[in-house]
C-alpha cells in the first residue's frame, strides 16, 4: 500500500507514526447526470471534473447518503418506468489525516508535522466531525457501488 511509508514514525517532526490515521472508508458520491456516473465506473474519479469547490478542487464524498442525494442523478431503469429513480456511488475512499478545506485549495497544504513535505491526504468540512472529504490525487478513490433507489414521499 504506497501511503503506509509515509505514516511511519520517522518521517514526522515529534517521531509519532501516523499509520492508525489510514484507513478505507466507504463514502458517497453523487454525481448530477447518468453519463457522469457511467464515466466514473468506466474511467475512475477526474478531480479536473470538479466544479463546486468549497473545500477545495477535488473530488467531493459524504459520510451520509442524504448528503450526497442533493447531488444524485435520475436514472430510467428498464421495466421501472415513472417510478421516479435515483442514483450515487458507494465508494471506496482512501483517507487520512484531514484538514479543514478552504475555497479553491490545490493542493492540500503540507503537513505541519512532517520532515519530508508530505501534504495532508483529504480536506474536509469539519476536522472534528467530517461530514464531506475531498480527494486530491484520483486514485484516492474507487466506485464501489451504484446504488439505484426511489425517494420515499
Known sequence: FPYTTLFRSGTFKDGQSRTSQLSVRMLWHGTKS????????????????????????????????????????????PGEQGRGLRAMLLSAVVTGELVQGTSGMYPAPVKPHSKTGER????????????????????????????VYELSS
Do not use: M, W
Open 34 to 77: 447518468a453519463e457522469s456516473l457511467i464515466d466514473i465506473c468506466s474511467d475512475g474519479f477526474d478531480r479536473a471534473c470538479a466544479l463546486t469547490c468549497a473545500y477545495g478542487k477535488g473530488c467531493y464524498f459524504a459520510a451520509t447518503a442524504a448528503y450526497s442525494d442533493k447531488y444524485a442523478c435520475d436514472v430510467r431503469v
Open 120 to 147: 495532508f491526504e483529504n480536506t474536509c468540512d469539519n476536522v472534528a466531525k467530517p461530514g464531506i472529504f475531498v480527494t486530491f490525487k484520483d486514485h484516492q478513490a474507487l466506485p464501489a457501488y451504484v446504488v
